[in-house]
C-alpha cells in the first residue's frame, strides 16, 4: 500500500463515520504515525509503506474511528502559535480562548503596576490529610499548598460542589512582609486546565507572574509540564482549589487580572455535543452543573475582594450568555463584550472603578 493509497482509505472511511475534518485528521494521525512532515504525504506519495508502518497508522486512525479526539491521540495542540501538551486530565485548547488571552493582554498594558504588599500563606495545609505538595511563587518566598480533599466517584468522576456564596476567611493581622522584586503585577488563571492562558500571558509578558488554579491536581499536572516546556514555570505559581476557597487570603486585593475560561456548558446541551466531545473530555472542565453560570456568578461575587485598584476580569461564555455574565459584571464596572473570529459574543471584561 502506497502512502496515497493509506491517505485516500483512511480519508473515505473518516467521511463515512461523519467527521467533519476527515482528510485533516486522516493527514495528521498518518503523519505523526510515520513520524514524517504533513507535506510528505503528498511529495512522497507513491512511496510503499511496510507493514509495521501500515500497523502503526491503523491503530491511530482506529482510535480516532473511537471519535477520541486527534488532540488526545497526537498529545499536543496548537495555541497561541505555541505547542501545548495535552490528554484526557484537560480540556482541548480552542481557537475561540484566543480571544481572551489577546484581551488580557490588550488590558493588560493599561493596568498600572500595583504594589504588592503580602505574600503566601505559609502555616500548615487547610486539611492535614493531604500530603502538601506545591510549587514556589516567584517573588514569594513560600510555598502553595495542594490541599483540597476532592471526593470521588465509583466511576471515578470527581466530585465538587461550586458555592458562590463561599466566602474565604478573612487573614489574621500580621505585619506586611518585603515588598516582592521586580514586575510586581499578578493575574490569577481560574480554572487552568492545561495551563494554556497562564502560559501564553507570560511568555507575551516577560516579568509577569501568575497563579494557575484548578480544581483538579490533574489538570494542574499538565499544566505544570507546559509551564516547564515554554521557559515560564519560575513565574507561575499553582494552587489546587474548589473557586477562591483555597486561594491565599493574603492576596485579596493584590490581583492585576482574574482571566477565566470556566465550565459553561449547561447541562442540557450535553446530548447535542459532538461524541468527540461529550465521551473524551473531561465532564468537570465542561459542565458547571445545574447553573451553567455558577462559576461566573463566584467571580463577580469575589472579584472586587481580590483584584487591585483598577484591576479586571475577564472570562470566556458559551454561546447566547454573555448579556447574563455581564450584568452579573455590571456592578464591578465599566463592561466589555467582544466577539470571537466567528462573530459570537466569546468574552466578558469589566475593570474595577
Known amino acids: 500500500m502506497t502512502l496515497n493509497e493509506l491517505l485516500r482509505r483512511t480519508r473515505e472511511w473518516f467521511t463515512g463515520l461523519g ?44 482510535r480516532r474511528g473511537k471519535r477520541e479526539p486527534v488532540a488526545y491521540i497526537v498529545g499536543t495542540r496548537e495555541f497561541w502559535s505555541l505547542e501545548f501538551d495535552v490528554d484526557k486530565r484537560v480540556l482541548i485548547p480552542r481557537p475561540d480562548t484566543e480571544t481572551l488571552v489577546q484581551l488580557a493582554l490588550e488590558w493588560l498594558d493599561d493596568t498600572p503596576q500595583a504594589e504588592v504588599t503580602t505574600h503566601l500563606d505559609d502555616g500548615p495545609p487547610l486539611h492535614p490529610e493531604v500530603p502538601p505538595v506545591g510549587e ?8 502553595v499548598q495542594y490541599d483540597v480533599p476532592l471526593v470521588v466517584t465509583a466511576d471515578g468522576d470527581q466530585d465538587v460542589t461550586i458555592d458562590a456564596d463561599a466566602v474565604p476567611p478573612e487573614p489574621a493581622p500580621a505585619a506586611a512582609p518585603p515588598q516582592a522584586p521586580g514586575d510586581d503585577r499578578l493575574v490569577l488563571d481560574y480554572g487552568t486546565g492545561s495551563g494554556v492562558i497562564a502560559v501564553s500571558i507570560t511568555v507575551e509578558r516577560p516579568g509577569l507572574r501568575a497563579l494557575a488554579l484548578d480544581v483538579s491536581r490533574d489538570a494542574l499536572a499538565v499544566a505544570k509540564d507546559n509551564a516547564t516546556r515554554h521557559g515560564v514555570s519560575d513565574r507561575i505559581g499553582f494552587v489546587c482549589s474548589d473557586g477562591f476557597a483555597s486561594l491565599p487570603p493574603r492576596f485579596q486585593g493584590q490581583l492585576a487580572a ?29 459542565f458547571a452543573g445545574p447553573d451553567p453560570l455558577a462559576h461566573y456568578r463566584m467571580i463577580a461575587a469575589q472579584a472586587s475582594r481580590w483584584l487591585c485598584p483598577r484591576g479586571f476580569v475577564a472570562v470566556e461564555v458559551g454561546f447566547g450568555q454573555a448579556q447574563q455574565v455581564a450584568a452579573l ?25
Open 329 to 353: 459584571f455590571s456592578a464591578l464596572g465599566t463592561v466589555e463584550i467582544r466577539r470571537d473570529l466567528s462573530g459570537i459574543e466569546r468574552v466578558v471584561a469589566a475593570r474595577t472603578r
Open 136 to 143: 514556589l511563587v516567584p517573588g514569594l518566598d513560600t510555598v
Open 19 to 62: 467527521i467533519e475534518s476527515a482528510r485533516l485528521d486522516a493527514e495528521v494521525l498518518i503523519a505523526h504515525a510515520l513520524q514524517i512532515r504533513r507535506i510528505a504525504l503528498y511529495t512522497d506519495g507513491e512511496r510503499p509503506l511496510s507493514d509495521e508502518e501500515v500497523a502503526a497508522c491503523r491503530a491511530l486512525v482506529a
Open 258 to 286: 482574574i482571566i477565566a475560561n470556566p465550565p459553561y456548558v449547561p447541562l442540557a446541551d450535553e446530548a447535542s455535543l459532538s461524541p468527540d466531545v461529550r465521551d473524551h473530555e473531561p465532564r468537570q472542565a465542561l
